[in-house]
């Protein structure tokens, strides 16, 4: 655990469980944690409510929510939501649809298009613009839409000023052109949409990623000793991994 904490605070933290590593870094100026993922090899899933239909709002309760012999090892809030924690678009988990695809402009950051949606199959993962998933309703196992996109076939998203001043902390998801790599990030400083939208295009090199959310952007990562704690949440995204994988 020593060790642990020591790498994290060092940004070199690492796991191999589930072809994963989870790391921190710095960016023109700013700090960064992410979680990689190889699509195939990981078990990749969303959860908004527990068998009784109640909403966990916490990766403590995702975590106690899973069978004996699995473990949360890493999670993330997944998606903007309304007040009693309902997702705001596109919403499927375990092929089950609980939100239709939202593919008007409204206000806020979700309404500011093009917004997106992460589809997550068992062998691939996809970031899609919304309007271009209501055309071609592609299945996916888990979905979940936000908004805006960071980043749209290599491009930032129109809208983003680079000296823009709305500094906030902010998470997101990317994914690459095989749909076999997916990386979660969240901000450790503030930062303003075109410097997190670099992020992904620039130094991770993925083509297409989507805003999660902002001040309410939360990480579990065991491996760099994070289990961040606040209001519950809506949705969330996280990787289940066996306990015996993790030394447990």
């Given at each position: 655990?020593i060790?642990?904490?020591?790498l994290?605070?060092?940004?070199?933290a690492?796991?191999?469980?589930?072809?994963?590593s989870?790391?921190?870094?710095?960016?023109?100026?700013?700090?960064?944690?992410?979680?990689?993922?190889?699509?195939?090899?990981?078990?990749l899933?969303?959860?908004?409510?527990?068998?009784?239909?109640?909403v966990?709002g916490?990766?403590?309760?995702?975590?106690?929510?899973?069978?004996a012999?699995?473990?949360?090892?890493?999670?993330?809030?997944?998606?903007?939501?309304?007040?009693?924690?309902?997702?705001?678009?596109?919403?499927?988990?375990?092929?089950d649809?609980?939100?239709?695809?939202?593919?008007?402009?409204?206000?806020?950051?979700?309404?500011?298009?093009?917004?997106?949606v992460?589809?997550v199959?068992d062998?691939?993962?996809?970031?899609?613009?919304?309007r271009l998933?209501?055309q071609?309703?592609?299945?996916c196992?888990?979905?979940?839409q936000s908004?805006?996109?960071?980043?749209i076939?290599g491009?930032?998203?129109?809208?983003?000023?680079?000296?823009?001043?709305s500094?906030?902390?902010r998470?997101?998801?990317g994914?690459?052109?095989?749909?076999?790599?997916?990386?979660?990030?969240?901000?450790?400083?503030?930062?303003?949409?075109?410097?997190?939208?670099?992020?992904?295009r620039?130094?991770?090199?993925l083509?297409?990623?989507?805003?999660?959310?902002?001040?309410?952007?939360?990480?579990?990562a065991?491996?760099?000793?994070?289990?961040?704690?606040g209001?519950?949440?809506?949705?969330?995204?996280?990787v289940?991994?066996d306990?015996?994988?993790?030394?447990g």
């Amino acid at each position: 655990m020593i060790k642990s904490a020591l790498l994290a605070f060092l940004g070199f933290a690492a796991v191999t469980a589930a072809n994963a590593s989870c790391r921190s870094f710095d960016f023109d100026g700013a700090r960064f944690s992410a979680c990689e993922y190889s699509v195939p090899d990981a078990d990749l899933r969303l959860w908004l409510r527990n068998d009784e239909g109640e909403v966990l709002g916490s990766f403590t309760r995702v975590e106690d929510s899973l069978p004996a012999g699995q473990t949360l090892g890493f999670a993330m809030n997944a998606g903007m939501f309304h007040e009693d924690r309902r997702p705001v678009g596109l919403y499927i988990e375990n092929g089950d649809q609980e939100m239709r695809v939202i593919t008007s402009e409204g206000p806020g950051n979700f309404g500011l298009l093009p917004n997106g949606v992460l589809c997550v199959n068992d062998d691939s993962a996809e970031v899609i613009e919304s309007r271009l998933y209501a055309q071609t309703l592609p299945d996916c196992r888990f979905a979940t839409q936000s908004g805006p996109m960071l980043v749209i076939d290599g491009a930032l998203h129109p809208r983003f000023l680079e000296g823009s001043a709305s500094l906030n902390f902010r998470n997101g998801v990317g994914v690459d052109e095989t749909g076999s790599r997916l990386v979660a990030v969240i901000s450790d400083d503030a930062v303003n949409f075109h410097h997190f939208a670099r992020v992904f295009r620039d130094h991770l090199q993925l083509p297409n990623a989507l805003f999660l959310d902002g001040r309410v952007s939360r990480l579990y990562a065991p491996e760099l000793g994070r289990s961040d704690f606040g209001f519950p949440m809506g949705p969330i995204l996280g990787v289940v991994v066996d306990e015996d994988a993790t030394g447990g």
